[in-house]
């Protein structure tokens, strides 16, 4: 592989300006579109020797043909145009979206003559007002019947409409009191598009309006001996008080804001986006990002706030980010000229932001595990996998067994090694192993000790494990048991060796193989900084595309080794830590738990004095110098 590309600019050709840039492969087709503030500083880093590209960057530039770039008077105009050229061309190496779902929304028509309130997925409505997105759709029913209580307005169809207008007769909905337009004859066009426009400012965050105002008719009334009008105002606040008590108050009451809480790992990101009006969550919405190119946290910020905002759309205040974007000034005057006014790009750092950004990442973090493992549940899906791994890694036949290896350690202590199975694309956690490793020099020699203790168990001689069996059968006495003998399943060879790391780690495996004569397996490793799958004896890695099932099943066993080890070695330092703990008079398993509770680990518990360790109950000075002058002797 050549180490300059063919198509890079020549020294000085490329501008200084901002600007936007595109990379076209042969066809014309557009691969990747970016903006920067110096067309030149930025295009540089893409003809960087190959060699120390990104593994996924150096495939983009590769399969590339050509490289053009605009250049703009303003960082603004090159945010508009990237968000252009995006939302036109579609390129395959910039990150896409998914939502969940297709999420229902409260939308009113004010663009009708009498606008109407409805529940849609439709987002084209002309003139249309959105409110959400709600998780379910009984939930946006729910809040339409208790608003029009309080803010009576047209909910029955166009068609119901026209014809109780053309007759003098009211709409079916009206009849029975479910529809407040003029098609219920109670109301004039006029009068309906005010309580329209109250309607609308109540649910764009005007609450506390609304119920100062309807309090202070209903006093007035009930002053003036109306009890009639009071009521009416009473059971209005009531149907507000109903609506707001569906979404408690999350930041202070005058409060408009959107949150994106993200979670992310170098395949995708999730995002919860709250939508914040009147200090209230009015609406979530979950988004998944699948990334080609390697894109850091202030670009993904960016991206998001782009695709969020670039129609324009229910813009507030106030946007919380849990990182600022590096151009959050530009950022900021393109939505302010979306909104046509001040727009704030924010980092929730302390108070009632800080804490709903902590909901809002944990949901994402939530949602990205689901998105990760969902997958397994679908046979088609796990087949997929299972056939992309056997030509991706040019294995004989589909690994339907698939032992997966990991190292763990504590400053290179405490060394201890996981093994996992999953066959035909699922978790066999009765066949999970661990290992414990009294000496080695580092986690490459691990790896060779504990594949050849695995390994050697395939060529030991059939030791059939004993199972009981009940018998019904006529020649057998009631409830008489034979004994039955079964081949234990860890001594079947597995399709496919996977490690966690990369060159080193695979070599190392390799080696195992080959001095256990087993090079019939075949073997692989995720390196996790970039998800790049090594084969044994190859100088690149294997790059699998990012929706590829294959790749997800590769990383949940990969995890799944990853957590099965950190818990064997956390059980392993518990253990270790009670077991000193014991040797020191007059300290019993109680007061051991009470402990390592209260200390939460055995470092802390190590590092506390003897005052500190006095503090936990049942525990008096003696005893609290005993129990720290035997922990600082070992």
Known sequence: MADVLPYKPKQGEIPTAPGVYRFLDASGRVLYVGKAKNLRQRLSNYFAPLRTLHERTRRMVTTAASVEWTVVPTDVDSLQLEYMWIKEFDPPFNVRYKDDKSYPFMAVTLGDEAPRVLVTRNHKIPRARYFGPYPKVWAVHETIDLMIRAFPIRTCSDSSYKRAMATGRPCFPGQIGKCGGPCSMKVTIEEHRAIVDDFVAFMAGGDERFTKELTKRMHAASAAMDYEAAARYRDQLASIEAVLGKSSLVLAADEDAD????????????????????????????????????????????????????????????????????????LELWLRERRGRKVEIAVAQRGQRAELMRTATLNAQQALIRHKTKRTSDYVARTQALTDLQEALGLDAAPLRIECFDISHLGGTNVVASMVVFEDGLPRKDQYRSFNIAETTDDTDSMHQVLMRRLAYLDRPEEPEPVELAITDDALADGEVITTRKRPRFSYPPQLLLVDGGKPQVEAAARALRDAGHTEIGLCGIAKRLEEVWLPGEDFPVILPRTSEALYLLQRLRDEAHRFAITHQRKRRRRDISTVLEEVPGLGASRIKALLKHFGSVSALKNATAEQIQEIPGIGPTLADSIHSHLASR
């Open 259 to 330: 949150l994106f809480g993200i979670a992310e790992d170098e395949l995708a990101a999730t995002v919860q986006h709250f939508t914040i009006r009147g200090g209230r969550v009015r609406g979530v919405r979950a988004t998944t990002i699948e990334k080609e190119l390697d894109i850091s946290g202030s670009d993904l910020v960016d991206q998001v706030l782009q695709r969020a905002y670039g129609d324009g759309v229910d813009i507030p205040r106030r946007v919380l980010v849990p990182s600022l974007p590096d151009d959050a000034v530009e």
